[in-house]
């Protein structure tokens, strides 16, 4: 490669997302210890060949569409696309490299643990039509007539479910994102529905704002900030070893078990450490809706708090007394509720209860909102 330039492509409706934001920090992480220098590329860049001719591009992105196009523009310019994304097609796989979780292993992993709980009658639900790693899901899924698509958006997708469930005999759900199965449990409560009892749920994404639903949101655990660091070994063996062969990487993904799906007595898998996790944002009606975007917003917020700052919040969103998160978070009462101080100064509440209210808002479905001093 001609230059200690690490050059990374991500599609533009993924700029402002939460999966995009770990996967730069894992980047620049990585970046920073093998010295390279990140230089993000937009779509106008691919228009200069001089600029990247020979040279490694990471390519970010979920739409097929985009992906393809990406491909193809940067062979054009003798350029080399490395892939990073939840999933390959299997013709990406003979022309590029590239870094992927193991979306197949845990769907098939998740499916027996469900049949060896007696939930045999499993639906896969809010599959996005237009995502490439929905399309993966999809495929891996066994019973093709048990997976209900989204193309109206994701409220639609559960309200019709839930309306129908009585009849459909479903006794569990795993749901594409943990966006569509806290729509569900949510929807479900509304129904008089008791988790885990009537039904267990099961998302992908493990984020915050699941753990802070009641009961808390079991989750296969996406670990995009790990796939950005990985990204970077992976272009670093390339660059350096030169193979003759496309090397493609696969992440574990982890089924964490909590109350939503949680048999009596189960030995719960530890859900000590983990990386905070991307719920993506697109630009089709698939997150449309006052729910969906409740959610979203909720755990953007969580996202922008470091680490221990979003396990204290979600105490606060289970009602969990100080003494119960500095226990949680191996921090002094005092140190946790200097933190708590911190947060309401620096996000613009104006106290503690107008801090846990807007916390709780999403997953009560309140209509109104929380106004912060901003």
């Not at 899924?141 to 459909?168: R, S, T």
């Not at 409560?189 to 079991?218: C, H, R, W």
């Not at 698939?286 to 979600?314: H, M, P, R, W």
Request: some cysteine.
């Amino acid at each position: 490669m001609k230059s200690n330039n690490l050059y990374v492509l991500a599609a533009p409706h993924s700029k402002n997302s939460y999966w995009w934001a770990n996967i730069k920090r894992g980047l620049i992480k990585n970046s920073f210890e093998y010295k390279y220098n990140l230089v993000y590329l937009t779509s106008d860049d691919l228009k200069m060949p001089s600029r990247i001719s020979g040279e490694m591009v990471l390519i970010v992105g979920h739409n097929p569409a985009w992906i393809n196009e990406s491909i193809e523009a940067l062979f054009a310019l003798k350029a080399t696309p490395l892939l990073a994304n939840t999933s390959m097609f299997q013709g990406h796989r003979k022309t590029c490299s590239g870094i992927v979780l193991g979306l197949e292993d845990a769907i098939l992993d998740t499916i027996e643990y469900l049949k060896s709980c007696g939930r045999e009658r499993i639906v896969f639900l809010g599959v996005n039509p237009d995502s490439i790693s929905d399309k993966i899901k999809s495929d891996v899924f066994p019973n093709k007539n048990d997976i209900i698509f989204a193309p109206e958006g994701i409220e639609k997708c559960v309200d019709a479910f839930v309306k129908k469930l009585q009849d459909l005999k479903y006794n569990a759900a795993l749901c594409a994102n943990d966006t569509v199965a806290i729509c569900l449990m949510k929807k479900m409560a509304e129904k008089g529905y008791k988790m885990p009892d009537d039904f267990f749920v099961i998302g992908m994404g493990n984020s915050f704002i699941g753990q802070g639903m009641t009961p808390p949101l079991s989750s296969i655990d996406f670990n995009y900030y790990e796939m950005g660091k990985q990204a970077v070994n992976l272009y670093h063996n390339i660059k350096t070893s030169s193979p003759e062969y496309n090397m493609v990487l696969t992440l574990e993904c982890k089924l964490i078990i909590r109350d939503s799906a949680r048999m009596p007595n189960y030995d719960v898998r530890s859900d000590s450490r983990r990386e905070k996790n991307a719920i993506s944002s697109s630009e089709s009606k698939y997150f449309d809706g006052e729910t969906v975007g409740g959610i979203l917003s909720t755990e953007a917020f969580l996202q922008s708090c470091d680490y221990t700052d979003a396990k204290i919040l979600v105490g606060l969103m289970n009602n969990k007394p100080i003494k119960a998160i500095s226990e949680e978070t191996f921090l002094g009462e005092r140190a946790v509720r200097y933190r708590i101080e911190n947060l309401i100064k620096q996000k613009g509440f104006r106290n503690r209860s107008e801090l846990t209210e807007f916390l709780k808002s999403s997953i009560n479905n309140k209509k109104e909102g929380i106004k912060r001093n901003d």
